[in-house]
């Protein structure tokens, strides 16, 4: 599994082309997002381009940070980064 963590919100359209490309390859993927990263996930149509991905999931810190909603994804904590960062044979940082 390949496991993307995006900690700043500038990398929208290479995430998303990212998650893209993994599903048609077969590959697995997941999503950590934190800091301002978070902020991706209040547009539907980044939603949209991620949606393939295994597992996405959302520091509940960060969330709560920028957004008094619900969270879109699941949301965790950097415990769960960590388990994540265990599974995954690959990691990219955004």
């Known amino acids: 599994m ?6 700043t919100e500038d990398s929208a359209r290479l ?7 993994c599903s048609r390859q077969g590959q697995a993927v997941a999503l950590f997002f934190t800091g301002s990263g978070v902020r991706l996930l209040d547009e539907q149509n980044f939603l949209r ?15 709560r940070h920028f957004f008094s909603d619900l969270c879109p994804i699941s949301e965790g904590s950097q415990t769960d980064h960590s ?3 265990s599974q995954a044979s690959h990691l990219l940082s955004f």
């Open 83 to 85: 388990r994540l960062i």
């Open 2 to 7: 390949i496991l993307i963590t995006v900690s």
């Open 49 to 63: 381009g991620i949606d393939s991905a295994g597992e996405a999931v959302a520091c509940g810190e960060s969330w």
């Open 15 to 21: 995430i998303k082309n990212l998650v893209g490309a």
